[in-house]
C-alpha cells in the first residue's frame, strides 16, 4: 500500500508563490515517474509537471518558465516551486506516482487559489 500526502496548498496573491511537496510512504518499490496534475472547477484534470528518477522533466506549455519539479529519491518526495502565479492556476492540485510497472497512485489534494 502506497500512500501520498500533498502539502504546500493555499491562497496567494497574482504574482506570489508557493512550493507544493508530496511524500510517499509504505511499500513502495520501484517509483518511476512522479508528477503534479491540476483540476479547476468544470474542468478535466490536466498534467503540470512531471520527472523521471534520473530526473527529466517536463511541463505543461502554460507553466513552463514560472513552475520547477524536483524530486527527493531518497525521501520518495516530489516537490512543485510555482512562481510568478496566476488566477487561471487556481486548482486543487493532486500528486501522482507510477511505479515500473505501470500503477499509478494519486493524493488526495491540495486548493491552491490565486487571487487577483
Known amino acids: 500500500q502506497v500512500h501520498l500526502v500533498e502539502s504546500g496548498g493555499g491562497l496567494v496573491q497574482a504574482g506570489g508563490s508557493l512550493r507544493l511537496s508530496c511524500a510517499a510512504s509504505?511499500?513502495?518499490?520501484?517509483?518511476?515517474?512522479m508528477g503534479w496534475y491540476r483540476q479547476a472547477p468544470g474542468k478535466q484534470r490536466e498534467l503540470v509537471a512531471a520527472?523521471?528518477?534520473?530526473?527529466?522533466?517536463n511541463y505543461a506549455d502554460s507553466v513552463k518558465g514560472r513552475f520547477t519539479i524536483s524530486r527527493d529519491n531518497a525521501e520518495n518526495t516530489v516537490y512543485l516551486q510555482m512562481n510568478s502565479l496566476k488566477p487561471e492556476d487556481t486548482a486543487v492540485y493532486y500528486c501522482?506516482?507510477?511505479?515500473?510497472?505501470?500503477?499509478?497512485?494519486w493524493g488526495q489534494g491540495t486548493q491552491v487559489t490565486v487571487s487577483s
Open positions: 501522482k506516482l507510477m511505479n515500473l510497472w505501470g500503477t499509478a497512485y
Open positions: 509504505g511499500t513502495i518499490f520501484g517509483i518511476d515517474v
Open positions: 520527472i523521471t528518477r534520473g530526473g527529466s522533466a
